[in-house]
Structure formats: C-alpha cells, structure tokens
C-alpha cells in the first residue's frame, strides 16, 4: 500500500490565488520530508526539505515567500504555492524516509499536478 | 556538488528484448547512495533499488540488475526480457546522506517504451 499521500492529486486555479498541498507520511513518522517540482518531460528538482518543528530549508533560486512549507506534526507536510502565476503550473511532487528502518530511502506521493491560469 | 546523468533520453525497443539504461554520477564525497526510480504516466514515482558506495556488489531481482561500477561512476540498470509493463521514464538519483539535507538530485531520466 501507499506509503506516502499526497493531495490534491490535481488542482487548476486562477493567477494570483493561493494553493496547498498536503503530503502526510502513512506509514511511519518523518521528521523530515522534501518537496520536488518536475516540468513537463524533465527531471525532479529538489526544492525544500521539510524538518518538523523547524523551519525549512530551501534550495538555491527557490523563493521560500512563494513556497511555503509547513512540516507541523511527524506526518504532515504542507506547501502553500502563494500568488501562483501561471509559470508556477509544474508536477509537485513529496517524498519521505523512515530514518530507523531503511535509512536514505525516499518514498514519493502521487504528486500534485497544478495547472495555474 | 552532485550531478547524475542519464544520457540516454529515449529508449524503444520491442518486447522480450534485453535494454540497459546508463547513469554516470559525480559527487566529491565518499560516502553517497545511488538510486533508481521508476515513474510510469501515472506520475508516482516508485522506488526500485539503493545502493552504498561502499558496495559495488551487483544485484538481481526477477528481470532487473544493477552493475555498479566506483572506477567508472557508473551505475546501470538492465531490464532482461522485458515486457510492456516495463514501460516508463526511469530516473537514477544520488544522495549524500548527512545534517538532513540528504535530497535526491536526480538524472534527467530515460524513457523506456516497450512495444508489444
């Protein structure tokens, strides 16, 4: 089964409006989670990981005023895409680790698919 | 810094025949992961295989095997016999484990079509 949910799966909203994505750890508890953004037909690209209880840490170029990550509770990791523009449609995608169990491995979301118009 | 690549952006081949996808990978640490992962169109991405740096043994589950090689930076993926299912954009990826901020940096990825 899933090990990691992410939602929504699939989101289209006007310029300027915010968004929220949620990636919840099902299986275990993750004090870290990272967030992706893949373009269409290209790589994944590291954009933040999320620590619990602290705030993230972010990639080179990537804005953490438009990108805001939330990592509340040992499950749930949220992004707030702000004032998206339509360069910001992109396949987000989250991914977690169980640090006891098989450590380095990440586990991926469904990914979230914004479509911004 | 890390860097993987994955010079192959395409890959069509008919079923049953035998295909390896290529990585090549540069970091200046020691001690790294080395990863494959499989995204069908779905978009998930499913994790297949980790290996250490200090582990250059090769593996083989089922119809896939992994020869990984430190002299040459090289960690490649064969699929024998494949099949249909098979079908999909395969990305090999790094990680330098450490202080948390252990993201993948991931290759470009193959596209792997599998024709019936």
């Known amino acids: 089964g899933a090990v990691v949910s992410q939602h929504p799966s699939w989101v289209i909203c006007k310029s300027g409006t915010s968004v929220k994505i949620e990636c919840r750890s099902l299986?275990?508890?993750?004090?870290?989670m990272f967030w992706y953004r893949q373009f269409p037909k290209q790589s994944l690209m590291l954009m933040a990981t999320s620590n619990e209880g602290s705030k993230a840490t972010y990639e080179q170029g990537v804005e953490k005023d438009k990108f805001l990550i939330n990592h509340a509770s040992l499950t749930l990791s949220t992004l707030t895409v702000t004032s998206a523009h339509p360069e910001d449609s992109s396949f987000y995608i989250c991914?977690?680790?169980?640090?006891?169990?098989?450590?380095?491995?990440?586990?991926f979301g469904a990914g979230t698919r914004l479509s911004v118009l | 810094a890390q860097k993987v690549t994955q010079a192959q952006t395409e890959i069509s081949v008919v079923e049953k025949e035998d295909v390896t996808l290529d990585c090549v990978y540069e970091t200046r640490d020691t001690t790294y992961y080395l990863f494959w992962y499989k995204q069908p169109p779905s978009g998930e991405l499913v994790f297949l295989i980790r290996?250490?740096?200090?582990?250059?043994q090769n593996e083989i589950s089922g119809r896939y095997s992994w020869n990984f090689q430190k002299s040459t930076s090289s960690f490649n993926f064969t699929i024998t016999a494949s099949q249909v299912v098979d079908s999909a954009v395969y990305f090999c990826a790094l990680s330098v484990p450490g202080g948390g901020a252990d993201g993948l940096t991931f290759g470009k990825g193959t596209h792997l079509i599998i024709q019936p």
């Open positions: 991914s977690t680790r169980n640090g006891r169990v098989a450590k380095n491995i990440q586990y």
């Open positions: 299986d275990f508890q993750a004090t870290t």
């Open positions: 290996r250490n740096s200090f582990d250059e």
